[in-house]
């Protein structure tokens, strides 16, 4: 029996050490957009250090030039904490992208030293019709406490 408290234990602890950041649905925009597969390299980002972030998915409407890939740091809902990072889809992959293609994009983020404890990140595919980034085509959220240093 101790054996098997034992090895439950260790094997809770492996997994919270492998555990990989999740995303959900920003359900604060309307009409709610499309949850891409979201990663990030390092998992948790280090402040002062670049991460990469991919985006995976597939739109109902198609890519055209001023469409954005971007990530911002947020806190206290959706305040940028610095500058969000944000890529013309279209400076690096061939435009138009057809509805129903599958997107994947890669970028850099350097992320700031003074990164603070607490923070979400919002990753998302902005529509350029849509200057108020209010309906992204594509966004995905891991919030406070679920991301970060506190993964």
């Known amino acids: 029996m101790k054996n098997f408290i034992v090895?439950?234990?260790?094997?809770?602890?492996i997994s919270m050490v492998n555990a990989k950041t999740e995303f959900v649905p920003c359900v604060f925009c309307y009409p709610v957009p499309i949850l891409p597969i979201i990663?990030?390299?390092?998992?948790?980002?280090?402040?002062?250090?670049?991460?990469?972030f991919t985006i995976e998915t597939v739109l109902d409407k198609d890519i055209t030039t001023g469409d954005k890939f971007?990530?911002?740091?947020?806190?206290?809902?959706?305040?940028?904490?610095?500058?969000?990072t944000a890529v013309d889809i279209c400076s690096e992959k061939k435009c138009p992208i057809k509805a129903l293609t599958l997107i994947d994009m890669t970028t850099s983020v350097a992320i700031p030293a003074d990164?603070?404890?607490?923070?979400?990140?919002?990753?998302?595919?902005?529509?350029?019709?849509?200057?108020?980034?209010?309906s992204p085509l594509a966004c995905g959220i891991c919030t406070e406490g679920n991301c970060g240093s506190d993964n």
């Open 115 to 134: 990164l603070p404890k607490e923070y979400s990140i919002m990753v998302f595919i902005s529509d350029h019709n849509d200057p108020m980034n209010q």
């Open 7 to 13: 090895a439950t234990i260790i094997l809770a602890m």
């Open 39 to 52: 990663t990030f390299t390092p998992d948790p980002v280090v402040a002062g250090k670049p991460a990469n």
């Open 70 to 84: 971007a990530i911002a740091f947020v806190q206290s809902g959706i305040t940028p904490i610095f500058e969000p």
